[in-house]
């Protein structure tokens, strides 16, 4: 069975970092052709990709965020991590962590995602 | 700015069909068949439902199929019912740039 759960602070200030941390269980990163990816969406607007790190320890980023972004990955203990540095009040925003489990590039199990806060 | 383009809503009464388009450009949607498409239900995380343009996960009903025609992909529902009411998202995988899949903006589906 596959799960995976997001945690983290629920609230940030203004230029902090927020480190969130992706914990799963039913597979693992270290299996060719498995990714965790982060997504994020704000309150009452649409999902946005922020980064994804495959099996092999490949990294990809948004665009837009690829300079605030850091992720990683403890295969030992079926973790990801996502950093997000120099945090805004726009960055308000449900956070998910999800599964790419081929190469088909879709989302086949997220985590229930996590509510983070920016604010003073 | 939402990378892939969707109406923002659509509505339809129990029985009918709908469709859901969802247009990007040759680098993502028109350039690969790597689109997938999620059901949102309020508060709850997506869910997978389309994957590689046409093909459904196990337990996703044959009412929901997916198809695509150049740049735009499509996301049908027929014989709709009071549960299919909820946000529905395309993505693509996308050769843009450093950016690996791109979402759509969203559609929010209405059963009357």
């Known amino acids: 069975q596959v799960t995976l759960r997001e945690s983290g602070p629920a609230l940030v200030k203004p230029t902090q970092t927020l480190t969130l941390t992706c914990t799963f269980s039913?597979?693992?990163?270290?299996?060719?052709?498995?990714?965790v990816s982060w997504i994020r969406q704000p309150p009452g607007k649409a999902l946005e990709w922020l980064a994804l790190i495959d099996w092999d320890d490949d990294k990809y980023y948004s665009t837009s965020l690829k300079t605030r972004l850091t992720i990683s990955k403890d295969t030992s203990k079926n973790q990801v991590v996502l950093t997000m540095t120099n945090m805004d009040p726009v960055d308000t925003a449900t956070y998910y962590c999800?599964?790419?489990?081929?190469?088909?590039?879709?989302?086949?199990?997220w985590g229930q995602g996590t509510l983070v806060t920016v604010s003073s | 700015q939402s990378a892939l383009t969707q109406p923002a809503s659509v509505s339809g009464s129990p029985g009918q069909s709908i469709t859901i388009s969802c247009t990007g450009t040759?680098?993502?949607?028109?350039?690969?068949?790597?689109v997938s498409w999620y059901q949102q239900h309020p508060g709850k995380a997506p869910k997978l439902m389309i994957y590689?343009?046409?093909n459904r996960p196990s337990g996703v009903p044959d009412r929901f199929s997916g198809s695509k025609s150049g740049n735009t992909a499509s996301l049908t529902i027929s014989g709709l019912q009071a549960e299919d009411e909820a946000d529905y998202y395309c993505?693509?995988?996308?050769?843009?740039?450093?950016?690996?899949?791109?979402f759509g903006g969203g559609t929010k589906l209405t059963v009357l």
């Open positions: 993505s693509s995988y996308t050769s843009s740039s450093t950016l690996h899949v791109v």
């Open positions: 999800a599964r790419m489990a081929s190469d088909g590039y879709n989302y086949d199990y």
């Open positions: 590689e343009v046409s």
């Open positions: 039913g597979f693992s990163l270290s299996t060719s052709g498995m990714c």
């Open positions: 040759s680098s993502d949607v028109g350039g690969y068949n790597y």
